[in-house]
């Protein structure tokens, strides 16, 4: 399985930004996928799951309600909309894939077994 992360950039705070994540290779029928995101000197941080069949999905609370992870199932991609940016926002962000949902949503990062390599966003006040 191989994950490629793309869609980051440098925007104002108040902008949207939609990140992207085509997924190569695995199959699809327990698929999880997850949004992460890691600040410099910071931990990898939960930031969204959903499961690739079944709509259910898990947000972070500093998160919810600005960002939106969905999934294209023709285009074997992941996404995450990300509205109403702030500059703590900014951050390295990874995409992520695991077999099987918990309850409450798959947080952390030990929990996925295969990474994309993160796409930078930064968001300037």
């Known amino acids: 399985v191989q994950l490629q992360a793309s869609g980051g950039g440098l925007v104002q705070a108040g902008s949207s930004l939609r990140l992207s994540c085509v997924v190569s290779?695995?199959?699809?029928?327990?698929?999880?996928m997850g949004w992460f995101r890691q600040a410099p000197g910071k931990e990898r941080e939960f930031v969204a799951a959903?499961?690739?069949?079944?709509?259910?999905?898990a947000y972070a609370d500093s998160v919810k309600g600005r960002f939106t992870i969905s999934r294209e199932d023709a285009k074997n991609t992941l996404y995450l909309q990300m509205n109403t940016l702030r500059p703590e926002d900014t951050a390295a962000y990874f995409c992520?894939?695991?077999?099987?949902?918990?309850?409450?949503?798959?947080?952390?990062?030990?929990?996925?077994?295969?990474w994309g390599q993160g796409t930078l966003v930064t968001v300037s006040s």
């Open positions: 290779g695995g199959t699809r029928s327990n698929r999880v």
């Open positions: 992520s894939l695991r077999e099987g949902w918990v309850a409450g949503g798959p947080r952390r990062s030990s929990e996925y077994r295969y």
């Open positions: 959903t499961r690739w069949y079944g709509g259910t999905t």
